[in-house]
């Protein structure tokens, strides 16, 4: 399974990106998808997940309530709305699959992982 995402950029404080991630070489629609972030200095965290069927979801507490994950699995996709996004967003932000039931949130979990998008908001 091949893992890329796009969407990453540079915003003020305040603002929004979309992330999208696109999973390809395998059946992705079957694939609980996930997303994480290292920010420099700092271990990679658990951002965001989702199921296969798409209709069970989990956050970090940091994020919760300004990100969204929604998925599509006609194209294998999966995106990240980031709203109301501060300095401390700033990060590395990884796509991930995993090969599991239900809902995970340890990166170790996951078995295949993109090379990330960057995402930098100045204050």
């Known amino acids: 399974v091949q893992v890329s995402e796009s969407g990453g950029g540079s915003v003020q404080a305040g603002g929004s990106l979309r992330l999208s991630c696109a999973a390809s070489?395998?059946?992705?629609?079957?694939?609980?998808m996930g997303w994480f972030r290292q920010a420099s200095g700092k271990n990679r965290e658990f951002v965001a997940m989702?199921?296969?069927?798409?209709?069970?979801?989990r956050y970090a507490d940091s994020v919760r309530g300004r990100f969204t994950i929604t998925r599509d699995n006609a194209q294998n996709t999966v995106h990240l709305q980031m709203t109301r996004l501060t300095p401390e967003d700033t990060a590395l932000y990884y796509c991930?699959?995993?090969?599991?039931?239900?809902?995970?949130?340890?990166?170790?979990?996951?078995?295949?992982w993109g090379q990330g998008t960057q995402v930098n908001v100045s204050s």
């Open positions: 991930a699959v995993g090969v599991f039931d239900g809902v995970r949130l340890i990166e170790s979990e996951y078995d295949y």
């Open positions: 070489g395998g059946t992705g629609a079957d694939y609980p």
């Open positions: 989702i199921n296969w069927r798409g209709q069970r979801t």
